[in-house]
RNA sequence: GCACCGAUGGUCUAGCGGCUAUGACUUUAGCCUUCCAAGCUAAUAACUCGGGUUCAAAUCCCGAUCGGUGCACCA
């Protein structure tokens, strides 16, 4: 009867990688805390994270406070979008969307106020659909979690939904850090809240949780990638709008999918083959990973094209961990809105454009002294007419709802040809955006193995449990063991560890109960290295290296053991190069 | 948020109105042990919380919390 999920969560909650917060208080759903494991691994996973989009992309990281002010959510959509206007039934107390309940009867409930919708529920006449009941007052349920900035109430802050507006909010001074070049990129790695109304699937659905995303502002005209022959050939399981009518995902190249149109342009795409080689990395199985592209009525109104990265679980089915999505100029127009601040990057031609241009050119020496206070606006209202408008004995204008009569003297204007050298744009925003605490989960459940072990005669049937970690991802990186629990054996050990750890290698010494023991304690949460020392090594100085995947084991030198399982961690060094086969 | 089901050491579990609350595994200390968990000895450790019924509640009732399932929600 138990699935993996439960066998995955009862061996992180023994072990320490993941626990319910606040048990001691009894628990609240919808936050889970890691442990001493659990931190480390999520750890190596962000590093690893920066490692490919900070480092080698070049998208430098930043931190914003994860409160906002309330015109950020006010831009971004989320003060009125990110709630639903619900209503609940008098009688059988179920609830229902306000704005659903009213469509037939209003053309755009989208845009109505609470009250505003109470009312129309109230002339309507509309029941219960499920009962016939009477409908209570419509009253908004906002999934951003509130609170107010400084002492009293008056100004409103949210703790942010998502680290995206940080970046887009930042966006002036990114633009000027990178010298006004597109393209470029920011990225950000923190928390995110959304007050769930009913949070389930336990790490899966957390009401704070951690993203990575990168914000990616690219010249709408090109959105080719320079880079993109690098990852051609990367074959991804794609499901695309086709393949979900179908219903089966295909395999494809990504240099195929985008030539055939199937991932609107090389950014995407090469966005898509980052992500796969991520996942991967990570301990994420290339089996139970596929790439879903968003049907078009699922997708944001704005967005041109956008794809999850789906792991499957085995409890809960296909689960989005990645979204990348080609978001256009959406948000930075939204944002130069709300803030009255022209957000846009210049751009120079190659070569300068000849640009024939109607000019007006009040003369302020006759209009100021004669208008005084109003010459601004009459000199606006001029500057506004065309050619023929202004070509009379006299230029008659309205302004603040005055016939004003203007002198031809007082307003000279030209056709003029002018050289243009380039023009203002706003970029189009690529954002893959990650889940992390949902990819660490599917590291750990794919990771996890149960396997029959070798059974003795008159033995019962006997489990090895064993995390199949990568070894860079593996809180626990080495196992120091002397074989036997004597101060001879512990020596060398402890000199081992000193090594190892000068190194920068999370080593972990354990001498208690048998050896067979204590190699499947380290099994069980993914140590990838267990190192032996017995009585030979008081001979010649050598111990054993045992590879947790394979159970074999090597013999080697422990002057260089740093080195050597440095190298097998984080160099990709066979096991078999690491010393001579033992047996 | 609604409906149904569940909750006992770190983990799994016995209990069915009265016990000093089973047992196993794990863990810790010691013994033994020269390479793949469960040899020996000992120790630590639990009735989710709050009310109620009763002489007496882990056990019955009510509520809350958490977990599971279905519905709703998931920008």
Known sequence: MADKYELVIEMAKRRGFLWNSFELYGGTAGFFDYGPLGAMLKRRVENIWRDIFVINEGFYEIEVPTIGIEDIFIASGHVSGFSDPLTECQKCNEAFRADHLVQDVVTNPDIMSADELTEVIKKNNIKCPECGGKLGTVYEFNLMFNTSIGPGSKRKGYLRPETAQGMFVDFPRLLKFYRDHLPFGATQIGKAYRNEISPRQGVIRLREFTQAEAEIFIDPRDKTHPKFTEVAGIELNLFSHEAQEKGESQKMSIGNAVAN????????????????????????????????????????????????????????????????????????????????????????????????????????GVLGPKWKGKAGKIAAALKALKAEELSGDHIELTIDGEKITIEKEAVTFETITEDVHGENIIPHVIEPSFGIDRITYSILEHSFFEEEAEVEDGEDDKKRLVLRLPP??????????????????????????????????????????????????????????????????LEDGTVTIRDRNSMKQVRTGMNDIANNIYDLIYRGKPFDKAGTIVK
């Not at 795409?269 to 796969?276: I, K, N, Q, S, V």
């Not at 592209?293 to 967005?303: G, P, S, T």
């Not at 499957?312 to 990645?322: A, L, N, P, Q």
């Not at 120091?480 to 629990?485: E, I, S």
């Open 261 to 364: 149109g199937i991932i609107a342009h090389q950014f995407l795409g090469y966005c898509l083959a980052r992500t796969y080689q991520f996942l991967i990395r990570v301990g994420v199985s290339s089996g139970k990973l596929r790439f879903r592209q968003h049907m078009k009525d699922e997708m944001a109104h704005y967005a041109a094209d956008c794809w999850d990265a789906e792991i499957h679980s085995d409890r809960f089915g296909w689960v989005e961990i990645v979204g990348i999505a080609d978001r256009t100029d959406y948000d930075l127009k939204s944002h130069s809105k709300q803030s009255g601040t022209e957000l846009s990057v210049y751009v120079p031609y190659d070569t300068p454009k000849k640009i024939q241009r109607f000019a007006v050119k009040p003369d302020m």
């Open 472 to 537: 860079e991802v593996a809180p626990v990186q080495a196992a120091v063991l002397p074989l036997l629990t004597r101060e001879e054996l512990i020596g060398p050990a402890n000199d081992i560890i000193k090594k190892l750890r000068a190194a920068g290698i999370l080593v972990a010494f354990d001498d208690s109960g048998t050896i067979g023991r204590r190699y499947r304690r380290n099994d069980e949460i993914g140590t990838p290295y267990s190192i032996t020392v017995d009585y030979r090594t």
